[in-house]
Each structure stands twice: as structure tokens, then as C-alpha cells.
T-cell receptor, first 115, second 114 residues
Framework: EAGVAQSPRYKIIEKRQSVAFWCNPI?????LYWYQQILGQGPKLLIQ????????DSQLPKDRFSAERLKGVDSTLKIQPAKLEDSAVYLC?????????????FGPGTRLTVL | AQSVSQHNHHVILSEAASLELGCNYS??????LFWYVQYPGQHLQLLLK??????LVKGIKGFEAEFIKSKFSFNLRKPSVQWSDTAEYFC????????????FGQGTELSVKP
């Protein structure tokens, strides 16, 4: 079974530029998550999708971050404009369903460096 | 707000030593508890989980964890570590009113010397 795919794996940009990350979840997984992991910290949930609807985006900095999952499968996370403090690993995870009982499977992450 | 605290940032052990990593959380309601592991160069993967029932849960690779509700703790243990256990370990909590949202601790880096 293929795992969660993410691209790119690494991205270096300058502040004020824009960047987009892509995630392809495990086939059949209705729930998709984006987490931000800053160096030395644990992952922090940015947004959770159930199919193509947003379940929780309470910790998404909406002035600069946006995410979509238009067809309920792939998802993109965008940052525009980027700030230095956005340097982090962005993790995508998916699960069969939305509840805590459903194991979340994580992708390899995209490491973003903002200069 | 819910939070998860892991007591040790970096633990160094010799092979065959016993391991215990501490994890405490702050939330008064029902929780689901997890330990995730990230081996060097690999992605996060589930080590073990607790939903209900026996508070002593066993996971992969000989790991186990004990849920002590009165202490809001979910410590990870292994009787004898191996060099291949070198990794970063994350404790995570899912609160019953938070859908699938996981709140992670800051992680503990484990280095096992051969």
C-alpha cells in the first residue's frame, strides 16, 4: 500500500515570496491533515479536512496561509507571503475517518527554509 | 488549552539499558493517547496507542506504555534498548471533543550507544 506522498521534499525561498506544498493521501482516506513542525518542537495542526470540507482550521494563520482539497483527494498548502518564522517541516497526514480512533499516517514532509 | 509535556529532550543510553520516557498532558476529559517514533531520515510512524481498557498497552518492537489517569501520564518504556531504537519519540494526545486533532509534545531524542 502506497503511503502519503508529499512534494517537494525541500524548498528554499526568500521572505515575502510565495510557496506551495502538495500532498496525496493514502487511497480511500477521507481525512487529511496539515501539520507544521518547527525545529525542536512537536508537530502542530494547521488544518484538517474531511473529504473536501474544512473541519478545523483554528490554528491556520489565515492572513498568509491557505489550503484546499478541491476534489477530496489531493491537497495543497500555500504560504503567501512567507516570513522567516515559517521555516519548518510541513507534514501531511491522512486517516480513514475524522475521529481520534483512526490512525493517522504521515508523509515524509516538506522542509521549508525562508531566508 | 490542552498541552503535552515530555520531560526529557535528549536521552543517551547504552544498549541493553532500560528506557522510560515521560509524558504528561493537561486535559480533564476523555483522551486517546499515542506514541509516535521518527527514525533518522524516515517519517513519523505510530508506535502504540491507548483508547480504553487495560492501561498497559503494548506496541511494536517491544515498547509498552502505561496510562495513569490520576497522574495524567502516559510514559513509554522498553526493558532493553537496541542501537536501532535511536530515534525521536513523540507523545500525542487526542481529546474527545477535538475530532482527530493530535496535540504533540516537543519530542525526546533517544541516542543508543552500541
Amino acid at each position: 500500500e502506497a503511503g502519503v506522498a508529499q512534494s517537494p521534499r525541500y524548498k528554499i525561498i526568500e521572505k515575502r515570496q510565495s510557496v506551495a506544498f502538495w500532498c496525496n493521501p493514502i487511497s480511500g482516506h477521507a481525512t487529511l491533515y496539515w501539520y507544521q513542525q518547527i525545529l525542536g518542537q512537536g508537530p502542530k495542526l494547521l488544518i484538517q479536512f474531511q473529504n473536501n470540507g474544512v473541519v478545523d482550521d483554528s490554528q491556520l494563520p489565515k492572513d498568509r496561509f491557505s489550503a484546499e482539497r478541491l476534489k477530496g483527494v489531493d491537497s495543497t498548502l500555500k504560504i503567501q507571503p512567507a516570513k522567516l518564522e515559517d521555516s519548518a517541516v510541513y507534514l501531511c497526514a491522512s486517516s480513514l475517518g475524522p475521529g481520534g480512533y483512526n490512525e493517522q499516517f504521515f508523509g515524509p514532509g516538506t522542509r521549508l527554509t525562508v531566508l | 488549552a490542552q498541552s503535552v509535556s515530555q520531560h526529557n529532550h535528549h536521552v543517551i543510553l547504552s544498549e541493553a539499558a532500560s528506557l522510560e520516557l515521560g509524558c504528561n498532558y493537561s486535559y480533564g476529559g476523555t483522551v486517546n493517547l499515542f506514541w509516535y517514533v521518527q527514525y533518522p531520515g524516515q517519517h513519523l510512524q505510530l508506535l502504540l496507542k491507548y483508547f480504553s481498557g487495560d492501561p498497559l498497552v503494548k506496541g511494536i518492537k517491544g515498547f509498552e506504555a502505561e496510562f495513569i489517569k490520576s497522574k495524567f501520564s502516559f510514559n513509554l518504556r522498553k526493558p532493553s534498548v537496541q542501537w536501532s531504537d535511536t530515534a525521536e519519540y513523540f507523545c500525542a494526545v487526542n481529546a474527545d471533543n477535538q475530532g482527530g486533532k493530535l496535540i504533540f509534545g516537543q519530542g525526546t531524542e533517544l541516542s543508543v550507544k552500541p
